[in-house]
Structure formats: structure tokens, C-alpha cells
Antibody, heavy 118, light 106 residues
Framework: EVQLVESGGGVVRPGGSLRLSCAAS????????MSWVRQGPGKGLEWVSG????????EYVDSVKGRFTISRDNSKNSLYLQMNSLRAEDTAFYHC???????????WGQGTLVTVSS | IVMTQSPATLSVSPGERATLSCRAS??????LAWYQQKPGQAPRLLIY???IRATGIPTRFSGSGSGTEFTLTISILQSEDFAVYYC?????????FGQGTKLEIK
């Protein structure tokens, strides 16, 4: 069974940092690109960042460029998101997702909640 | 690319048909996916390529459209189908989602 399990969320003050992790299992991790998608409380979905299979190519939504860094460790079947200079508007559930060949996302992890508040 | 879903909320009785719409601000060919999200759960892929059902998705779910106008149809609503549905375009980077349609029991 394909599984994605996120961890690392929590409460952090504005300007603080967090590192999210995603443990993947049930598939050949380095065959796939991966992404992070977030969902604010009671809000819709926003793609945040993506990384290709070997970590060479990364992309970010404009609102997090220069603050967030996506990375992966294929030897550990793990995906990461380093989040710095956090803002209140970054408050959301962060889902780890596997990139489909064409650009859709399947499956999704349950998500880890990041709350940015003073 | 801005994705606009309508209506925001749709009230339908079990056993009836539901039709959800999604419009793209520019042409996206057939590079559209639909997801279902139930309370407290992660989104689940239903449809990709505008009309291709994902693995394990019941045949009562069907997608149609191309270009800028897309539709998700649920032919005979079951109790487990009441949820929020999102469309997503992947024709142009970055991938973007609609704001969602909440399908509720009438």
C-alpha cells in the first residue's frame, strides 16, 4: 500500500522556522517527483513546492520563494520542507503528495498542521 | 491560471444526479484533475486527464470537457459521496486548484 506520512508540524511564532518531513512507503520513491500542498483552516488547496525525482529541479509558489526549501533523501525515502521566516498566512495543513506523471497528485498524506501565531 | 468552480454549495438528494462545474481562465486542453475531500481526510484523486477515472473510483463518477469548461458528474449519489470536490489544472506551472464545491445532502 502506498503511504505518505508527514511529521514536524507545530506552533511557531512569526519569523520562526520549522522543518517538515514526509516518510514514503509502498512504492519506488526515486521514480517520482514529489510536492507539498497546503490547506489553510477552512480554505482551499494551494500547491507550495515541488521537486523532481533526483532533487536537481525544484519549484516554489511565489509567496514562499526565498523562505522555503524543498529537499529529498532517496536513501531514506523521505521528503522535506524547510520553512523559514514564517508568517501568519503560512498557517495551514501541509500535505505531502506524489506527483503523477503529468502533474496531478496521487496519493496525499494526511497532513501536518503548522500554526504561526504570536 | 485561475480555476473557478460552481456552485460553491450544491444540495442534492441521495439517488439523484450531481453536476459540478470548473472553469479555467485560459485553455488547459484536458490537463484537469478532480479530487474528493471528506471531513478530516486528505483529498483523494478521482479523475485525471479530464475524463479518466483513477484506480478504484466507481463508475458513477465521470468527468468531461476540454479547453476551459469542465464537468464532474456523479450519476447516482450515495451517502459517502457528500464531500468537497476540487478541480486542479496541470497544463501550466504552477498547478492551481479551484476553491471547491461542497456537495451536501438535500
Amino acid at each position: 500500500e502506498v503511504q505518505l506520512v508527514e511529521s514536524g508540524g507545530g506552533v511557531v511564532r512569526p519569523g520562526g522556522s520549522l522543518r517538515l518531513s514526509c516518510a514514503a512507503s509502498g512504492f519506488t520513491f526515486d521514480d517520482y517527483g514529489m510536492s507539498w500542498v497546503r490547506q489553510g483552516p477552512g480554505k482551499g488547496l494551494e500547491w507550495v513546492s515541488g521537486i523532481n525525482w533526483n532533487g536537481v529541479s525544484t519549484e516554489y509558489v511565489d509567496s514562499v520563494k526565498g523562505r522555503f526549501t524543498i529537499s529529498r533523501d532517496n536513501s531514506k525515502n523521505s521528503l522535506y520542507l524547510q520553512m523559514n521566516s514564517l508568517r501568519a498566512e503560512d498557517t495551514a495543513f501541509y500535505h505531502c503528495v506524489r506527483d503523477g506523471t503529468l502533474g496531478f497528485f496521487d496519493p496525499w498524506g494526511q497532513g501536518t498542521l503548522v500554526t504561526v501565531s504570536s | 491560471i485561475v480555476m473557478t468552480q460552481s456552485p460553491a454549495t450544491l444540495s442534492v438528494s441521495p439517488g439523484e444526479r450531481a453536476t459540478l462545474s470548473c472553469r479555467a481562465s485560459q485553455g488547459i486542453i484536458s490537463n484537469l484533475a478532480w479530487y474528493q475531500q471528506k471531513p478530516g481526510q486528505a483529498p483523494r484523486l478521482l479523475i485525471y486527464g479530464a475524463s479518466i477515472r483513477a484506480t478504484g473510483i466507481p463508475t458513477r463518477f465521470s468527468g468531461s470537457g476540454s479547453g476551459t469548461e469542465f464537468t464532474l458528474t456523479i450519476s447516482i449519489l450515495q451517502s459517502e459521496d457528500f464531500a468537497v470536490y476540487y478541480c486542479q489544472q496541470y497544463n501550466k506551472w504552477p498547478p492551481t486548484f479551484g476553491q471547491g464545491t461542497k456537495l451536501e445532502i438535500k
